[in-house]
């Protein structure tokens, strides 16, 4: 039944709150606009951003439930929150995934027969017989259907297949966002009130998700459109428009990566696989409602807690497994920390993550270690930072502990993560497989100083998806370094007519002797590199792992 929930939720949450639009079914292949096949990696980036906010929304959405659930009586702040701040950008966001979902609604419709291994890519009209016992000599029986052929290797072919795959991402995007962070509050009465009956602004709105949540006119859509989705990445030759056949893994190589995974790792794509049309049909609609409703607690009981043990680096991300150097032995984690000094810069890599599929190079993520209490208080730091969190929750409604606190409760390191710019312990970081840590050779005390409370100050500030080094509003994990570091002539990329920073662009500034940084420290899939160091150093940005010396 499990499966017979993720199954509804999705297909529900699909087309969500009863928003349908006109079938789009181009009349020929000649419609496709060739200029849109030479921007589809832009659409790409576009919608990455896009699933990147979704995944950071939805983290604050279950954390802020839990903060909710610590509170016996919730003040003003927390109420403009549940009402304007997550409303809003859930709803912003979930037009934007409607968009991209709309695109393809068309592939779903049952007249439609997909030939996904074909030599061409073509659309046209063709009659079936409707009745496959009807007698030769009896009447004919037969319906119009749309012969879909797709050459995956043609660009048009190329452009239909990446509309089918972002749109099932979104789907897939949208019913985790209600499985994950809106049914713990319709599963609460108090919340539940409050949001329906208090918000202006969203009159009724949890019941209307909800209800649009359990609804199963879409099942058969969902259903074919995942169908025909695994059959285009499984190379089979057709998706007939009279059958459902049961979906596989996809294999596709061709296709961006970061879109076959976000939507692999889905607990709704991983549940829906084994379930056809046919099967859907003859379920009892009473009966697997109510039965889907008593399989949600079950399902938000474990999931909730499998996603409670750890946000994958604090953001909610997809991943796979923990890191190699999770949970590491105190003892080593303290060998670690003994060696880090004020403002030295942490490299790592977790090849097990969704988000690292976006990065190039080697390296996926940087932060920046500001030291201990002893440290800070030598620097002439320490006493800046009242200062300087109260300008955090002033401008950026900073939610975090005091800076002061938060340093003598071990956390050190500052990092962007999804839900914006924090400080964390080197615990938390430490959900990785490789850990890289470069230092700056010469520094005065001064510059120490200032670029400390530089460090500090973007604490609270939102995680920037644009990853536009120009603009110091929001910030992403590799532009950390970037603003603490302003006397550094650091290398950057336009991409989408910004520049943009990566952590191997920051990591290269310690590749030579005379580099201004230098590794001090490297892990590489779990295991301490002793020997070799810069050797070593250099070779992972070369991505040359075959020559890794242990």
């Known amino acids: 039944m499990k499966k017979n929930l993720i199954i509804v939720a999705i297909t529900a949450m699909l087309f969500g709150c009863s928003i349908f639009v006109p079938n789009r079914n181009p009349a020929s292949i000649e419609d496709i606009d060739p200029s849109d096949i030479q921007h589809q990696k832009e659409k790409n980036q576009k919608f990455i951003i896009l699933a990147e906010e979704t995944l ?17 009586v919730l003040n003003n702040e ?42 061409e890519t073509s659309i046209h009209d063709s009659l079936i017989n409707t009745d496959e016992n009807a007698n030769l000599d009896g009447p004919d029986i037969t319906r119009k259907i749309k012969i879909f052929k797709i050459d995956k290797h043609s660009d048009a072919g190329k452009y239909i297949i990446n509309d089918i795959t972002i749109g099932l991402a ?27 009956e208090d918000n202006t602004d969203y009159k ?38 009279r059958s459902y056949p049961m979906p596989v893994r996809i294999n596709g190589a061709d296709h961006d990566l970061y879109l076959r995974e976000l939507i692999e ?32 607690r079950k399902l938000l009981s474990k999931t909730l ?17 923990d890191g190699k150097l999770y949970n590491m032995d105190p003892a080593q984690e303290k060998t670690i920390s003994d060696q880090l000094k004020p403002l030295d810069i942490l490299l790592e890599k977790t090849p097990f993550r969704l988000t690292d599929k976006l990065i190039p190079g080697h390296w996926g993520h940087v932060a920046v270690w500001v030291g201990t209490e002893v440290e800070l208080k030598n620097l002439g730091v320490w006493d800046e930072l009242p200062s300087i969190y109260e300008h955090a929750k002033k401008y950026y409604e900073y939610d975090g502990e005091d800076f002061q606190q938060a340093i003598r409760s071990g956390h050190r390191i500052v990092e962007a993560l999804r839900p914006g710019v924090q400080i964390n312990t080197l615990a938390h970081f430490l959900n990785i497989d490789d850990l890289g840590v470069i230092r700056r050779k010469t520094l005065t005390d001064q510059q120490k100083r200032e670029f400390l409370i530089r460090t500090f100050e973007q604490i609270g500030k939102e995680y920037d998806f644009n990853f536009d080094v120009e603009s110091d509003k929001r910030i992403v994990c590799s532009e950390l370094a970037y603003v603490t570091f302003p006397d550094i002539d650091w290398s950057t990329k336009k ?56």
Do not use: C
């Not at 084994?274 to 409703?293: D, P, Q, V």
């Not at 520049?499 to 295991?527: C, M, W």
């Open 305 to 321: 807690f499998e996603i409670s043990k750890d946000f994958g680096n604090g953001v909610g991300s997809v991943q796979e497994r």
């Open 265 to 296: 790792s889905s607990e709704t794509y991983k549940n829906i696989k084994n379930f056809g049309y046919e099967y859907l049909r003859k379920e009892h609609a009473g009966t697997m409602l109510a039965s889907i409703k008593d399989q949600l």
């Open 56 to 72: 950071s929304w939805r983290a604050k959405a279950i954390d802020f439930h839990k903060h909710l659930k610590e509170t016996d």
């Open 204 to 241: 009724n709105v949890l019941r209307k998700v909800t209800e649009s949540f359990y609804d199963q006119k879409n099942n058969e859509l969902l259903v074919r459109t995942r169908a025909i989705y695994d059959h285009i990445y499984k190379s089979k030759a057709v998706v007939k428009a």
């Open 78 to 119: 927390d109420l403009v929150t549940l009402h304007r701040k997550g409303s809003d950008q859930y709803f912003k966001l979930r037009t934007e995934l409607l968009r991209y979902i709309n695109d393809i609604q068309w592939v779903a419709e049952r007249n439609v027969e997909i030939h996904a291994n074909s030599n």
């Open 495 to 550: 991409t989408l007519g910004r520049e943009t920073i990566s952590p191997d662009n920051i990591a290269d500034l310690a590749k030579n002797l005379d580099s201004p940084f230098a590794p001090i420290l490297l892990y590489h899939d779990g295991k301490l590199l002793k020997n070799s160091l810069r050797e070593n150093f250099n070779n992972l940005l070369e991505l040359s792992y075959n020559k890794i010396k242990f």
């Open 170 to 196: 979104a789907a897939i995007l949208l019913s985790d966002n209600y499985l994950l962070a809106i049914s713990p509050y319709q599963n609460d009465k108090k919340f539940r009130r409050i949001i329906n």
